[in-house]
């Protein structure tokens, strides 16, 4: 009887730090609300069809565009393993997401070395951009002055008059020695194995599980 209570007791403390978390995810969340947006410069990116603005990513005034900073090109020369994953993920919810706000993935590569792995990944419901020449990835953090690539993700506004204002920008780097852990919240597959006794121990993704895990 003891020990049935005992694990009574301890499945309710789980379920109230489960509620806790919640509550707290919805307050930094709500942190991240209050921001106040900076004006930014109508950057030129390329995609499939030639030249793109960030302006024209928008579908609509008023929508927030995301932007995900896929580590690939310079000197990132092979595709993110980390970054696919991640892409994978959002290629099947990426039609979901419209709904609300626009959604693109941006690589320092050239547009056809990024539909290139795009095709090899299956990736068919992304918009797909090249920062080319640009500043932007440097701008924004996702790559330093010697080319190495650093994954981020991005929120952008554009306002009814035409104004682009930049919301949020969030690295992987949480502080010195907490890698990779930034953005979380960005892959459901960390969040899967949290659930599993044995946890996340120290898997990292595959390009091809069939030769590996």
Not at 19 to 24: A, C, S, T, V, Y
Not at 34 to 54: C, H, N, Q, W
Request: proline content about 4%; some cysteine.
């Amino acid at each position: 009887m003891d020990h049935e209570r005992s694990v009574l007791t301890t499945r309710e403390e789980l379920r109230q730090a489960e509620l806790e978390l919640m509550q707290h995810t919805e307050r930094v969340a709500e942190m991240r609300r209050s921001l106040t947006p900076e004006a930014i410069d109508d950057y030129v990116f390329e995609d499939a069809k030639g030249s793109v603005r960030l302006s024209e990513l928008f579908t609509a005034p008023d929508r927030s565009l995301i932007v995900y900073h896929f580590m690939f090109g310079k000197n990132q020369t092979e595709p993110c393993p980390l970054c696919t994953m991640w892409i994978d993920g959002y290629n099947g919810i990426a039609h979901h997401v419209r709904q609300r706000a626009d959604f693109v993935v941006l690589a320092a590569a050239p547009i056809d070395e990024i539909e290139r792995w795009a095709k090899e990944r299956g990736w068919d419901n992304l918009r797909l951009v090249s920062a080319g020449d640009s500043t932007f990835k440097r701008d924004f953090g996702s790559e330093t002055d010697d080319g190495e690539q650093i994954e981020h993700v991005s929120v952008f506004k554009k306002s009814r008059d035409g104004a682009l204002l930049h919301v949020y920008t969030k690295g992987a780097e949480m502080a010195p020695g907490v890698r990779e852990r930034g953005i979380d919240l960005l892959s459901p597959v960390w969040h899967l194995f949290d659930l599993t006794p044995e946890g996340r121990g120290d898997w990292y993704p595959s390009f091809d599980y069939a030769r590996g895990v």
